[in-house]
């Protein structure tokens, strides 16, 4: 049970954040303050968000790289819309929603109906997203929100310095959670990015639950959007540019398999907060952009290798461990 424990990759993470939250706290000023960890959360909750359904879509063996401009065309819609005197939040939040759903869904379609690759279809689409964004906002930043809103978007739970969205982000949490291990569809996604033939052969409606699985992206990464413009009290084309290297980065550094059929959201989620916590160290630790871009390709690269190694590891464990005989002496 200890090898198993240890040989875990999200207990490699989460050994890997231990670490660094020490290390950071002891050596870089500014760490260990509850400012610190507020603004980790804040910078983590849109990562989160998206990368819970990306989870899920890679497990399937599929991938959105279209997110971050599912975030910046939601914010200049969103901006837009507020601009030409649109003034109901809710009804905007709502509409936001509904966008993102469609922009998945078109993903989804070229995915499923017309049989290509997501890895170019959501190329093209995070180039065309993103084009849209500026067609609709231009250059222009939309900032005039009541500042009810933006400052509510921040606001921690009473008593404490975690921004209250944080409760929004375990609720979904839970949510996806409970649907990739707890039911039917979560445990057939696993077939699917291990043989998507064989789980057709097995009755599962594999590309009905690809598409749907695109829509719910495109709906995660619009709520992400609308957290984003209260957050920084701004809707402009440019937001949340490169935020899709930093989500799918925590995905595969969560243990999800690039060619599917493995994987779990707490590795993810722990792959997340790692992330957030080493980059913002760094930043107080003055360590040039740069090498902040280095280092997120670094893990990137380590996210594919070191799950694999784990698993070698554990093998090797298992082969190594002595068989019984019958009479249960070692063979």
Request: proline share 5%; charged share 10%; aromatic share 8%.
């Amino acid at each position: 049970m200890p090898r198993r424990l240890l040989g875990s990759w999200d207990a490699v993470l989460l050994i890997a954040l231990a670490a660094v939250v020490i290390v950071a706290a002891a050596s870089v000023e500014g760490v260990g303050s509850p400012r610190f960890y507020r603004f980790v959360a804040l910078e983590a909750i849109p990562i989160a968000l998206i990368a819970l359904p990306m989870t899920l879509v890679v497990i399937t063996g599929e991938i959105d790289l279209s997110v971050a401009s599912t975030v910046g065309l939601t914010c200049s819609v969103l901006g837009q819309l507020w601009h030409l005197g649109v003034t109901s939040l809710p009804l905007l939040i709502g509409l936001s929603l509904l966008l993102g759903a469609v922009l998945g869904a078109v993903n989804g379609v070229f995915v499923t109906v017309f049989g290509l690759p997501s890895l170019a279809v959501t190329i093209g689409t995070l180039a065309l997203y993103r084009g849209l964004a500026y067609v609709v906002l231009g250059d222009r930043a939309v900032a005039d929100y009541p500042p009810a809103w933006t400052r509510n978007a921040v606001a921690p739970i009473p008593g404490t310095v975690v921004p209250w969205f944080v409760l929004v982000l375990a609720a979904l949490a839970v949510a996806f959670g409970v649907l990739l291990y707890a039911t039917p569809v979560g445990r057939s996604l696993y077939a699917m990015g291990n043989n998507a033939e064989a789980a057709t052969f097995s009755g599962i409606a594999v590309l009905r639950t690809k598409f749907w699985l695109f829509v719910a992206t495109g709906a995660m990464a619009a709520l992400a959007g609308v957290f984003w413009t209260f957050r920084f009290a701004s809707a402009r084309a440019d937001n949340a540019t490169g935020l899709e290297l930093a989500v799918v980065a925590a995905v595969l550094l969560g243990g999800v398999s690039i060619f599917g059929g493995r994987g779990g959201l707490v590795g993810v989620l722990a792959a997340v907060a790692l992330l957030v916590v080493l980059r913002n160290a760094l930043q107080l630790a003055s360590v040039p952009a740069n090498t902040l871009t280095i280092v997120t390709g670094t893990l990137l690269i380590l996210s594919v290798v070191g799950p694999n190694l784990v698993r070698a590891t554990r093998e090797r464990w298992r082969r190594r461990r002595p068989t019984t005989t019958v009479e249960g002496t070692p063979s």
